[in-house]
């Protein structure tokens, strides 16, 4: 999968990764309640979670839910628990994704629910009373003297505003005005992003199109007819400009807090700003910072008066997020010591303080958004003297997961259905979901692989996970054994990608994304006898020429491993080929790099992902050659590297709308390359939104004669049955076999090189036909046996047959 782990603009609006349940986007703390919101549920609607004392700790007692609201269904795509906010025996509750229309717009509201007996009730839903599609309105909220206020980012193309509301008397609210920017602010400024109310002021962020504009904070007041005017636009000087400048706002004793997440190289600042009594002016007087600057660290993503101190998030500090304590003297009106605080049982990426900092002075409550690959959790802090513990992490609950399938074939009904999965001429022998495999919370699969013992001929599948590496006798596929699991290097960093292949009966493993990772080499012959299984593994041997890398490539003639993807540390060759001698398994030793760099985005020659061969197709001028073919972002990519010392590029070849040039897979005569685009499906769904193309038909299949070597001809486009993301594909024989994401394996005849026919598929997410990165990421189809793995991303891994002997001319 090639979409981006940590885009940095996005990273300064959410500082979470991509995917998730988000389980901590926001909470509060009350009488001896806990409030944690799970903004997006995989399985079930979105869910408010009610925590209460129990045993010394936390437990959970009961859960909210958006109600059926005007013929509104609540499901898991209706953010409901954007911000909670506790009003004495009232909840006020944002939901931004009420009413959606066909073209996803919504206008979202705020939900009232009162106190009844030791619960909370539905009352009423509260929004303006004239407010089109598109405003997403209840992102952000601030309560204070007797009015609330609430955003509407969407409003006016994204200018955004925020509806004040007071008090009727009744126990309700109405509606008594609406803020907006001003005639200056441009389109996609977001103003409203973050609110903060104090002393009759009213500060809001303005993130304003965070990856070209500077960003911005508002402070409005009233004047004496009642009406709010802006009292000031605080904007960055040109150092901090495109560092989500107004991601979140503050205040501190009259004293106006503006973060700005990304400046420094995204190590952050908070910017203090006085008012002067004398002109009414707000000049900055202060930058506050961490005081050991972490790049990467974040500092400023949330912000929280705690008595005496300022609490900061940062939830890139020391790779699993820290809160800053900063001393606050009012009197003398300065920030003095500061202390880090950490949550508990943290991995990289956890994003510890990166959402929101919850207290009611006795406890504290601190998210981690980033935690179990974005599950997310909340860490509980007690005052202890004159500090504060980290006590209990809360979780939320897992996602529903799919059961074993095992002991009997299920066959592909005449209905066209395997179990609940759709089907044509593919059958289940077996399925493992992730958790039976060794994943942990939140866990998925991507790469596969398999070894045939060729002392034993037992078969054994090696599923990659985002935490590690499952080894499963498939031996008899309707039984499968899983034998145990290969963890992720200690302390690099669980991600999405994780790529395995075999040479001489050892399995070479990489993770992109994971920081100091390296390749893990381990020898598959322990395999053979492993005594109370599942066991847990360490690798042999540990490669530390790279850090981490997208994919590994092995040409088993010529005894050679390519790290592809390669960053984060060690020799990167740019993110080219990166060449090891592995004809000793155990002891891999670097010999050389290529780059094409009139390929890639940026030029280096980066490779997402290749096929080495000793080449023996129809160009005989590079016969008996060693041959790369590279899936370069933008292009394929041709070289020569019999000589690592001095590779050789032989050719490169664009092709008409490229999205991301991702992998592909040579014929067994070598004339032909199947390729796949994983980005180009995405491209043109985007591209038809905005009227500006056709729709696809399907599934675009990139069809390469390379029968000559020095210049490669792309001599069809084949669109498949269904229009979905394609990824991995492979070939044996004259069938090629395609994970499509969540149209899953779909398995081609190509007999006809150039006009390939679907002959049977077999659909791992039947639930979902969307255009997203999901389900089906690879397979694997070259065992004796006839099995297929394949693997589906948060489903788990499936053990399939092809069962037609025939091919349908």
């Not at 005005?177 to 389109?187: N, Y």
């Not at 009904?413 to 044509?424: L, P, T, V």
């Not at 685009?677 to 399907?698: F, T, W």
């Amino acid at each position: 999968m090639s979409e981006p782990r940590w885009l940095l603009g996005l990273v300064f609006l959410v500082a979470v990764p991509l995917q998730g349940q988000q389980f901590g986007a926001w909470a509060t703390v009350d009488d001896d309640e806990i409030l944690i919101t799970e903004l997006v549920s995989l399985t079930k609607p979105a869910a408010i979670h009610v925590f209460e004392r129990s045993g010394g700790g936390w437990a959970e007692t009961g859960t909210l839910n958006l109600p059926a609201i005007a013929g509104h269904e609540a499901g898991g795509g209706d953010y409901f628990g954007r911000f909670v906010i506790r009003d004495g025996e009232t909840l006020l509750i944002g939901s931004t994704a009420i009413d959606v229309n066909a073209d996803g717009q919504s206008d979202g509201g705020v939900l009232l629910y009162r106190r009844d007996g030791d619960g909370w009730t539905f009352d009423s839903l509260l929004r303006p009373d004239d407010i089109p599609l598109g405003v997403s309105f209840g992102r952000f909220a601030a309560l204070g003297d007797d009015q609330l206020f609430v955003t509407g980012l969407g409003d006016n193309e994204s200018r955004g505003a925020v509806w004040v509301f007071e008090r009727d008397g009744q126990g309700g609210w109405r509606e008594s005005g609406k803020i907006t920017p001003g005639p200056d602010a441009p389109a996609n400024e977001f103003f409203g992003w973050g609110l903060d109310f104090d002393a009759g002021r009213l500060i809001a962020g303005a993130v304003q199109n965070y990856q070209d504009g500077p960003g911005a904070a508002r402070i409005f007041s009233r004047d004496e007819s009642g009406q709010w005017i802006q009292e000031a636009l605080l904007e960055p000087d040109s150092l901090y400009r495109r560092t989500a400048f107004g991601q979140t706002v503050g205040w501190l004793d009259g004293r106006a807090l503006v973060s700005a997440i990304g400046a420094d190289q995204a190590r952050g600042a908070v910017f203090v700003y006085d008012r002067n009594a004398m002109t009414g002016d707000w000049d900055q007087s202060l930058v506050l910072t961490a005081y050991d600057r972490q790049q990467g660290g974040l500092f400023g993503a949330t912000l929280k008066r705690m008595g005496d101190e300022l609490w900061v998030g940062a939830p890139g500090a020391d790779g699993g997020g820290r809160v800053y304590r900063l001393a606050y003297d009012a009197e003398n009106d300065r920030f003095g010591d500061a202390h880090k605080l950490a949550g508990l049982e943290q991995e990289p990426g956890d994003g510890f303080g990166g959402s929101v900092i919850a207290s009611d002075g006795r406890v504290a409550v601190v998210s981690q958004l980033g935690d179990d690959f974005g599950l997310g959790s909340a860490v509980i802090l007690t005052r202890s003297g004159g500090g504060w513990t980290p006590a209990q992490k809360l979780l939320g609950p897992d996602p529903m997961p799919l059961e074993a399938i095992a002991g009997a074939e299920v066959k592909c009904g005449d209905d066209g259905k395997a179990d609940q999965f759709d089907c044509s001429n593919v059958e289940i022998e077996s399925f493992l979901p992730v958790s039976a495999i060794g994943g942990g919370r939140g866990s998925e699969t991507n790469d596969v692989w398999g070894w045939t013992d060729p002392q034993t001929k037992r078969e054994y599948a090696l599923v990659g996970r985002r935490d590690g590496t499952s080894f499963i006798d498939i031996t008899d596929a309707l039984s499968p054994v899983y034998l145990g699991d290969l963890p992720k290097t200690p302390g690099s960093q669980g991600n999405a990608w994780r790529d395995i292949k075999v040479y001489r009966d050892h399995a070479y493993i990489v993770a992109d994304g994971a920081g100091q990772h390296g390749m893990q080499v381990f020898d598959l012959t322990r395999l053979r006898n492993v005594p109370n299984a599942p066991a847990t593994f360490e690798p042999d041997v540990l490669y530390d020429g790279i850090a981490s890398a997208h994919n590994i490539v092995i040409n088993e003639e010529s005894g050679t491993a390519y790290a592809v993807g390669a960053n984060s540390g060690g020799e990167t060759c740019g993110g080219g080929l990166h060449m090891i001698d592995i004809h000793e398994p155990e002891r891999p030793t670097f010999v050389g790099c290529f780059q094409d760099t009139a390929t890639g985005f940026a030029k280096t020659g980066y490779s997402h992902d290749a096929q080495c061969v000793d080449y023996h197709g129809p160009d005989a001028e590079h016969a008996g050659r060693e041959i790369c073919f590279g899936s370069n972002e933008t292009a394929l990519s041709i070289a020569d590297v019999t000589d690592k010392e001095n590779p050789v590029k032989l050719a490169s070849a664009e092709y008409p709308n490229v999205g991301y040039t991702h992998q592909g897979w040579l014929t067994e005569d070598q004339r032909y390359f199947f390729m796949d685009d994983e980005g180009d499906e995405s491209q043109n769904q985007q591209l038809v939104q905005q009227g500006q193309a056709e729709q696809m038909p399907g599934t675009r299949t990139l069809i390469w004669d390379v029968s000559d070597l020095d210049d490669p001809v792309m001599v069809k486009e084949h669109f498949g049955e269904t229009l979905t993301i394609d990824h991995n594909l492979y070939i044996k024989g004259n069938l090629m076999y395609q994970s499509n994401y969540v149209s899953g394996l779909r398995i081609l005849d190509i007999s006809d090189r150039e006009n390939p026919k679907e002959v049977g598929y077999f659909d791992t997410v039947p639930w979902d036909e969307s255009i997203v990165f999901d389900g089906s990421w690879s397979n694997y189809p070259f065992f004796e046996s006839g099995t297929i793995v394949v693997s589906s991303g948060k489903e788990g891994v499936f053990f399939l047959k092809y069962r037609r002997p025939e091919l349908v001319p």
